[in-house]
């Protein structure tokens, strides 16, 4: 069973050490082996609630290279559940440092995660997500999954989400490459917020289910086209099927 992230994570736990990897221990590190070019850093709310948006999702390593840029606020992660099995180590880390796990094969404890998540929206935090929902196997932007903008209604639907584009990550960790990262310069491409329309959220507010779904619809794809436009791929309304493990 995987432990459940926590509010007491976030506000007591997570602070501390969160500051502690991203100032003193891995942060340094891998800005030593990777060099980020940021543009549109000023795309970033300086204060509130938003969800960061990331792709193409190519290694393992994205998520501490983003942490490390991008240090203006404290990033929490939809991270696959089954970095809580691979020993109490990483599991201690995972949690201490406020990732939020998702059970990937699971609709029902998928749908805990994206409580999870919209508690710490409503609390102010910032969750950074791959709407993919998993790495791309080849050069193209994919559909996302319902849970980012699902995340996003549940929470109240008044925050952005900020799409990113994530250039040259495979550099840093090819499949199968490991957790050390090579040497290498990635770009990091933020682009302007996106917001639900009023009528989108007048329609959620009065209790309309239909507008969920054509919500959640509307929303993902111009959140990828976006994606795809900042990362310079090709953007395919397919998703990626989710790996047994």
């Not at 991203?22 to 969800?51: D, M």
């Not at 094969?105 to 998993?134: M, Q």
């Not at 959220?201 to 436009?229: D, F, N, P, Y």
Request: aromatic residues 8%; proline residues 7%; charged residues 25%.
């Amino acid at each position: 069973m995987y432990p459940t992230w926590s509010l007491y994570k976030q506000e007591v736990v997570t602070p501390m050490w969160n500051w502690i990897f991203r100032y003193l221990v891995l942060g340094p590190l891998i800005r030593h082996r990777v060099h980020a070019t940021v543009i549109g850093r000023e795309n970033l709310p300086r204060k509130g609630p938003y969800i960061l948006a990331m792709g193409s999702h190519k290694t393992e390593l994205e998520s501490a290279v983003v942490s490390s840029w991008l240090r203006e606020r404290t990033l929490h992660f939809y991270a696959k559940a089954e970095y809580w099995q691979k020993g109490r180590v990483l599991r201690w880390f995972m949690n201490t440092i406020g990732q939020i796990p998702v059970e990937r094969g699971d609709a029902r404890k998928a749908l805990a995660a994206i409580k999870d998540g919209a508690d710490l929206l409503r609390r102010g935090g910032v969750l950074a997500v791959y709407p993919e929902g998993t790495r791309s196997p080849d050069d193209r932007l994919h559909g996302a999954y319902p849970g980012t903008v699902r995340t996003l209604i549940d929470a109240g639907g008044d925050m952005p989400i900020v799409p990113v584009g994530l250039i040259g990550m495979e550099a840093v960790s090819p499949t199968g490459g490991g957790l050390w990262p090579n040497r290498a310069s990635v770009t990091v491409v933020i682009g302007k917020p996106i917001y639900l329309t009023p009528k989108e959220r007048w329609a959620l507010a009065h209790g309309r289910k239909l507008a969920v779904g054509v919500v959640t619809q509307r929303v993902s794809r111009e959140m990828m086209r976006a994606i795809a436009e900042l990362c310079g791929k090709e953007y395919v309304d397919k998703r990626l099927p989710i790996p047994s493990h």
